[in-house]
């Protein structure tokens, strides 16, 4: 039982900072020299690195505020689990727990997907970059957290 | 303190040389408009002088790019030229009042082709020593939504129904549990007492916290009835 509990701590955790890496990081979009969204546009020059702020297009806001949610409802689900661990009744469910996981792995779809259909066609902008990548991963992470969550109860 | 300021720039300019009276003008550092909209451009000065009947408002335009500018507008001796030949002729409309020290202009149905910078320049004899000031105009198709705006209303709003539902949550269950309370408390029969306790009966305990509430209930009226 406390196997189960650590590894559903430990992948919570790990969805949390992947979450966090996604979200800070500029690295949406890369190409050669360039790196770009959610927030600084970045050049790598002969006299180094220059940044300047990312477009403020409608959806780039979107996309921002759909990561930043689901951090917080990562967060929030963390510390729900943590309350309920030691409030709930025996064999009751996390449900509030799972509640806001499996919101938290909804935003994350869908600013990934919303970025995905929108991001910009430019010519030094060659592919994705790894905070992208990040956000992909974590939206199955987050969705298995959450149905673990559910399916959990708390014995003894 | 702002009289002993006044009495002391009066006192200066009566010791101190004329150069030193120079006529500062004020407009506006950029402007924002929306492509077809009318826009005022305000043009105001400050000077030592009373306002003689001799001002002079002229202002000059210079499109972005370009290393020329062209006057367009000047008011002298009471009258007021607009522009008839160049290109802003019929869109400009003087709106300002000179005996206020206000030299303002009036652009309507503003062209992409407007974009650029507008000078203006002011002369108060005998006090014509001064800096014109110049605004920038800015023609937009349509007004840029600035950065974090939608980001902040999203997450405001999202944010805002979580504690909102949760806020009912709470509501709804104190509610309830007062709602039962009372009813049991005001109406002193038996009947009455099972007929809430059948209504806790049939509640389906899908939330842990919801059955404790419950079971606390019953085991209140159950000791009341003991104690009865």
């Known amino acids: 039982m406390l196997l189960i509990l650590l590894g559903v701590l430990i992948l919570h955790l790990i969805i949390l900072i992947l979450l966090f890496v996604s979200t800070a990081a500029s690295a949406w979009s890369v190409g050669g020299v360039r790196s770009t969204d959610l927030w600084y546009n970045c050049m790598t020059t002969s006299e180094g690195y220059h940044c300047k702020p990312a477009s403020s297009d409608d959806w780039i806001q979107a996309v921002q505020a759909l990561m930043i949610l689901s951090l917080l409802f990562c967060f929030f689900s963390l510390i729900a689990f943590v309350f309920q661990l030691f409030k709930l009744v025996k064999g009751g469910r996390f449900f509030f727990t799972a509640i806001f996981q499996i919101l938290a792995s909804v935003f994350v779809m869908c600013g990934a997907i919303i970025y995905t259909v929108m991001s910009p066609e430019d010519q030094t902008i060659t592919h994705f970059g790894y905070a992208y990548v990040l956000a992909w991963v974590a939206f199955p992470l987050c969705l298995i957290s959450g149905l673990i969550y559910i399916v959990l109860r708390k014995k003894e | ?228």
Request: proline share 5%; charged share 25%; aromatic share 10%.
């Open chain 2, 1 to 228: 303190m702002l009289t002993f300021l006044a009495l002391a720039s009066v006192v200066l300019l009566g010791i101190v040389p004329e150069q030193s009276q120079a006529i500062v003008i004020y407009t506006g550092w950029e402007r924002h408009a929306l492509l077809g909209s009318d826009i005022r451009l305000s043009c105001s000065f400050f000077s030592w002088r009373w306002t003689s009947e001799d001002v002079t408002f002229s202002w000059t335009y210079r499109p972005d790019g370009s290393r020329d500018s062209i006057s367009i507008f000047h008011y002298t001796g009471g009258v007021a030229y607009v522009d008839n030949k160049g290109p802003f002729r019929d869109r400009l409309e003087f709106v300002g009042n000179p005996g206020r020290r206000d030299g303002s202009i009036l652009l309507k149905n503003l062209e992409f082709s407007d974009n650029g910078t507008f000078t203006c320049d002011a002369k108060n004899p005998p006090d014509i020593v001064g800096r014109p000031s110049s605004v920038r105009l800015l023609v937009f198709e349509k007004v840029p939504i600035q950065a974090g705006v939608i980001t902040g209303a999203i997450i405001g709003v999202v944010l805002g129904l979580l504690v909102l539902i949760v806020v009912i949550y709470y509501l709804m269950r104190f509610l309830v549990a007062r709602r039962v309370f009372s009813l049991s408390v005001s109406k002193h029969g038996k009947k009455k007492k099972e007929g809430s306790q059948q209504r806790q009966g049939p509640a389906p305990p899908a939330d842990p916290s919801k059955v404790k509430a419950a079971a606390s209930e019953k085991k209140k009226q159950e000791s009341r009835k003991d104690k009865k």
